[in-house]
């Protein structure tokens, strides 16, 4: 089925397999923007939600030994009263018209803080001109979910330009080049006898899933529960090794009759003992948590790694929302909801 060209583009209205190949690209892409002052923050808050938010989750991620200030994440309509006059808040809204966002942007403005707004348009940027802030313009046109990149590539220029880290961008740079080497054989025309992603789409169908990984691809097990929600609109739930082993692990038991479905990312950038746990926990809980679909990272570094296993998520989520007989493009619920909330 997912073999038949006619299938796909019949479901694939707004080209999501083509956006989601070309995200690589939006590593690349250069923004223009000046700072009001360049003095370096002592620490950093996003205020973002859904996939406005996912960026700093990146970054968070990627850099967590190389930031030198803390990165935090908001996704509610207030900002922690622990901000000071050397903090940066990043608005971020891909939209421009997230309700929260603009509530933490008032928060901000009221209380006198530095503010970078991040955005495709929008109230925030009428907003941003308005109040005089640093603003920086995403390209416009996609779902927030599959336009992180371009502001993974925003905030680290950001992050240079106030001193902070080094040398991102040329990472960035270099990383899409080699991601954009991997993407052709998760493609459409790449038949499901050697398409990795059409491969794990078949083997999810019809279940709810539950992706599992340790520290190094973390934020991939969450993209691809994102995804699967958003993409595939089906239901989906990830948590993070070792932590699992506190809890989680105890969890499979009951009740007896499960119809999940289990996806294990796992990466060899991991310390030792992770890979240790994932295979004792699995045959520990073997008869009781379904036997896991283990995909192994590639990649040299954690950013490339990352990228692997994110991009490869976006692929296997939209194939199976073709599975389920769905576009993966829109979010009607999402935004049925937001109208309804005005």
């Keep these: 089925m997912l073999d038949d060209s006619q299938f796909v583009s ?45 960026a700093a989750e990146f970054i968070n991620s990627w850099l967590l030994n190389r930031l030198p200030v803390p990165l935090t994440i908001t996704r509610d309509y207030a900002l922690p009263a622990w901000l000071d006059k050397d903090s940066l808040v ?41 109040n005089k802030l640093t603003f920086i313009a995403l390209p416009t046109g996609l779902q927030p ?15 240079e330009k106030f001193g902070l880290v080094s040398g991102l961008t040329g990472e960035l740079a ?27 789409a078949e083997e999810l169908f019809n279940n709810p899933i539950v992706v599992y990984a340790g520290p190094t691809l973390a934020y991939a097990a969450m993209k691809w529960k994102i995804d699967f929600n958003e993409n595939s609109k089906n239901l989906a739930f990830y948590y993070i090794w070792p932590e699992f082993d506190h809890n989680e692990f105890q969890g499979w038991r009951f009740p007896k009759d499960k119809t999940f479905k289990v996806v294990e990312l796992q990466s060899k950038l991991d310390n030792d003992q992770i890979a240790k746990r994932f295979d004792i926990s699995n045959r520990l809980l073997s008869g009781q948590m379904p036997s896991p679909i283990i995909i ?47």
């Design 90 to 130: 990043l608005i971020s809204s891909y939209s421009g018209n997230t309700e929260e966002s603009l509530s933490c942007l008032q928060a901000a403005l009221k209380r006198k803080l530095r503010v970078v707004v991040i955005s495709s348009g929008g109230q925030l940027q009428n907003e941003a001109k308005a």
């Design 174 to 200: 270099e990383a899409a080049d080699w991601m954009s080497a991997h993407t052709g054989s998760w493609s459409s025309d790449s038949s499901t006898a050697s398409n990795q992603a059409k491969q794990i």
């Design 296 to 342: 192994w990272s590639e990649g040299k570094s954690k950013l490339q790694q990352m990228l692997w296993a994110v991009i490869l998520g976006d692929f296997v989520s939209a194939y199976l929302a073709f599975l389920n007989g769905i576009d993966p493009t829109p979010v009607e619920l999402v935004e049925k909801l937001k109208k309804e909330l005005q």
């Design 145 to 159: 979910r599959l336009a992180v990149l371009f502001e993974v590539k925003a905030i680290s220029a950001l992050l």
């Design 10 to 54: 019949r479901l694939d209205k707004s080209n999501a397999l083509g956006v989601i190949a070309g995200q690589p690209d939006q590593l690349k892409q250069d923004f223009d923007f000046e700072l009001s002052s360049k003095n370096k923050p002592t620490n950093i808050v996003l205020a973002g939600m859904g996939g406005s938010a996912l």
